[in-house]
Structure formats: structure tokens, C-alpha cells
């Protein structure tokens, strides 16, 4: 989203792939970061995939301590 926006404001498409121009700064452990999140954002997600997502989120907000009022 935030390449997407950059890439907005400066009107410059390449903004979305990497913001300095000839790749310059993106060492090889960012282009293996940036390739597996490609990845993992490319592939399809199914419904339970999903809810398990959903429920995670749930169980995180789930305080088992007593309330401290």
C-alpha cells in the first residue's frame, strides 16, 4: 500500500517495484524479503484459511489475567 501510494504521488509506476531508481539500495536479503511476501501475497487465499486468520486474531485479543478494576 505504501509503494502503491508513493508511486501515486510521484506519478512513477516503478515507485511500486522500489523507490530508488536503478534498485539502488535493495541488497540482497530485502529482494529475498520483498520476493517471499510477492509470494505469499500472490498466492489465493481459501475461506479456511481465512477464519483460521479470523480466529487468531480473536484468541490474541483474549486476556486470560484477572481485569485489574
Do not use: Y
Not at 16 to 39: C, K, M
Amino acid at each position: 500500500m505504501l509503494r502503491a501510494r508513493m508511486a501515486e504521488i510521484f506519478r512513477d509506476p516503478s515507485c511500486i517495484h522500489w523507490w530508488l531508481p536503478n534498485d539502488e539500495g535493495l541488497r540482497p536479503i530485502l529482494r529475498s524479503i520483498r520476493a517471499f511476501a510477492d509470494e505469499r501475497n500472490g498466492n489465493p487465499v481459501s475461506e479456511q484459511t481465512e477464519n483460521l486468520r479470523e480466529m487468531s486474531a480473536i484468541f490474541a485479543k483474549i486476556r486470560l489475567d484477572p481485569d485489574p478494576e
